[in-house]
């Protein structure tokens, strides 16, 4: 591999430990830049990647070494079903760190999504990947994540995944799978302040609040900040309103101190209607260690965290059609979803071109120039 190709991400996967025995035909890297250049480019599975790889031997050839030439498919699915998941998320983290703008405030989104297709058998759905993503709104880049077995399993990997972020001064925002003390203790220990859903998996604190702030709103018994927005377009109106406030004494001394950090509460609600349809409404609780409580920034906050289904969910699952993959052997569902992600922040952080995802990524196909940018920008 010459120098041109050991600019930009892939210097940082370098050290990435091979999983195979020693003397090998085809070299591990060669394999990972192959791989992200074909997700970059549209590849959906190893034969595609295989084809992608081919059809451009004599470019990869001007930079990669390629001793045995392209690699078939089922090496690429046997290599990457046997790569270690944590040390592929050790390198997707460095790199992702070194180009993330870290500022005060940022707000680091954690939310967990299955990829549909990708259990053993269709008699069992239960071995389906399921994985937790950090993502970084500012940036909107998906920071890191990790595999769990099932969504019940997310309030393990989260402590996981926090492990390898830098919360100095983030806001983390998740949802109520996250709501836990000892998650709330991890993230204030570490510099950052939490923004966490409340329901029923947190009985009594979710009934205390929710009597706190229903009450609050509807006889303004206590000092309460209030934002609205509304939204229209497509035929729909949608307008949310946030009330929050500092003032807790409604919730008993035992209650506040179990929360380390917990300075405010917070209601979301969301009114939805279809000209012509039907109308819904929902009311959602929140804490947060947040000193800033008013209600426009954590408008703000839930908003961002929100943005995980149209920025990093919705884009996995239409531009690269994650729920359609049928990748099962060993860590294969997982770090080919991580190739995706790797793709996803490439395109994002490009600004030379004025397009959607789906455009770059046709763009890369067609134009060597601009993926091998991608690859070394």
Known sequence: MDGQATQGIVRFFMDLPDPRAANVVHQ??????????AVICGADGWVEVELFGRSKQAWFKTFLDLPGGIPSHDTFGRVFAALRP??????FTLWVSSVAHASQGRLIAIDGKAIRRSF???WDRSGMTHLVSAFLDANRMVFSQTAVADKSNEIEAIPRLLALLDLEGAVVSIDAAGCQQEIAAEVIERGGDYVL????????LHRKVKALLDEAILEGALRLSHDRETDAGHGRIETRQVWSTDDLQGLSPDLRAAWPGLSAVAAVQCRREVIGGPRSEERKYFITSLKDAAAPTLARAVRGHWSVEN????????????DERRIR???GAENYSRLCR???NLLKQDKSVKAGIHAKRLKAGWDEHYLLRLLTG
């Open 197 to 204: 859903a409340v329901k029923e998996n947190q009985p009594t």
């Open 86 to 91: 944590e040390a592929f998320e050790r390198c």
């Open 311 to 322: 920025k990093l969910h919705w884009q996995l699952d239409v531009s690269f059609r994650e």
């Open 342 to 344: 790797l793709a996803l």
């Open 329 to 331: 052997r060993g860590h």
């Open 28 to 37: 591990l890297h060669d394999l990972l830049v192959l791989a992200i250049c």
């Open 120 to 122: 053993e058998h269709a």
